[in-house]
């Protein structure tokens, strides 16, 4: 026995043994390995996949359906690898058959393979179905103050055309407030401009209203900007001496109240505006003036530019003719003096 094992040829034919052993030890694991990774399963998520609604989108409004869903999928790796890459399949919910009002609804799958198990998160929808009605509202434009340089403001704001047709579901429609055009501009003005703005539609508590159809979505926006101005009383101040003779009564201005158009901080300051009547200008014959306004320091300008001033005075004749009559001197007697 010893001998047999001390044998060369023994030792080499154990050695092939061995080796024929390994090799088919080793391949066996291969072929495990391969026939595990032909029959096990994997998991993906295919994030963002389009959701399709059917319904009567001529007559009604579907509101609670996100835009996308997220697709959970599992099974043979080469069947979850060409279903992730093709994407040949849908995702929808279909509410044709379904009355007015909420429902619960399960999304529904199309077109994927039956090698795989799916589930779509979310599963379930609450929906809500409502009649699909259209309404006239007028826009209201609005613009920012502070875009108006200073010493300007906004006269005023017209939309052409003046109303828009909004459509969309009844609760929405009855939640509309106000409907907006917003003008925006790059920089300050200080003249009248015509614009495009968008319309916007808005509740209450001023939150934007979506799933609306706006018609049309923009109109134009003429602004009207004019200097600032303030409308002050007139106040009559008279100076000078009247003529002889002459009692001024009372003075009487054609415009009680004037605009003075200037900085705003100025203008504002105004109480009145001091008009001068020199009393020494009024006659018997001319009892009218034209008096030229000046605008106020600070300020630019006042509207009208002149008023007129009426005087009603009493006239004393004999203070007038005593006043007018020349001097005449004492006459000189000839007569000589007595001794």
């Known amino acids: 026995m010893d001998k047999m094992m001390d044998s060369p040829w023994f030792l080499r034919i154990t050695a092939l043994l061995l080796a024929f052993l390994l090799f088919f030890s080793v391949q066996g694991e291969n072929n495990d390995n391969n026939n595990s990774a032909d029959t096990g399963t994997i998991d993906e998520v295919i994030e963002d996949v389009g959701l399709e609604v059917f319904y009567d989108n001529t007559n009604l409004v579907v509101s609670g359906v996100p835009e996308t869903v997220d697709l959970h ?54 929906v809500t179905i409502e009649e699909r ?3 006239e509202f007028r826009i209201d434009p609005e613009m920012n103050e502070r875009l108006v340089a200073e010493g300007f403001v906004i006269d005023s704001m017209t939309a052409n055309p003046e109303t828009v047709s909004i459509t969309g579901a009844q609760s929405v429609i009855d939640a509309i407030s106000f409907v907006k055009a917003s003008v925006s501009r790059e920089e300050e003005v200080s003249e009248s401009f015509t614009t495009e703005a968008r319309v916007r539609v808005l509740a209450n508590d001023l939150s934007k ?28 101040e008279q100076t ?9 009564d009372s003075l009487k201005v054609s415009n009680d109240t004037v605009r003075v158009y200037g900085p705003r901080n100025a203008v504002d300051q105004l109480e009145e ?12 014959t001319d009892t ?7 605008a106020p320091a600070g300020t630019r300008s006042v509207a009208p530019g002149e008023v007129t001033v009426e005087a009603g005075i009493t006239v004393d004749e004999t203070a007038r003719l005593s006043e007018e009559a020349p001097l005449i001197p004492a006459p000189v007697s000839d007569a000589a003096p007595d001794d």
């Not at 009355?99 to 994927?112: F, Y």
């Open 240 to 248: 000078g001496t009247p003529q002889a003779g002459v009692t001024i």
């Open 73 to 126: 999928i599992s099974g043979p790796p080469s069947r979850v690898q060409t279903t992730r890459q093709l994407q040949d399949f849908s995702l929808f919910v279909d509410l044709r058959d379904l009355p007015l009002g909420e429902h619960r609804v399960q999304v529904q799958t199309e077109n994927l393979s039956e090698q795989l198990t799916a589930r779509v998160n979310p599963a379930f929808l609450n």
């Open 288 to 294: 009218v003036m034209e008096i030229e306004l000046e």
């Open 209 to 236: 209203l979506d799933n609306v159809v706006i018609v049309p979505e923009a109109v134009e926006v003429e602004v009207e900007i004019e200097e600032y101005s303030q409308e002050v009383p007139v106040s009559l």
């Open 273 to 284: 505006l001091t008009v001068e009547v020199d009393t020494g200008a009024i006659s018997p």
């Open 133 to 135: 009605i259209t309404q």
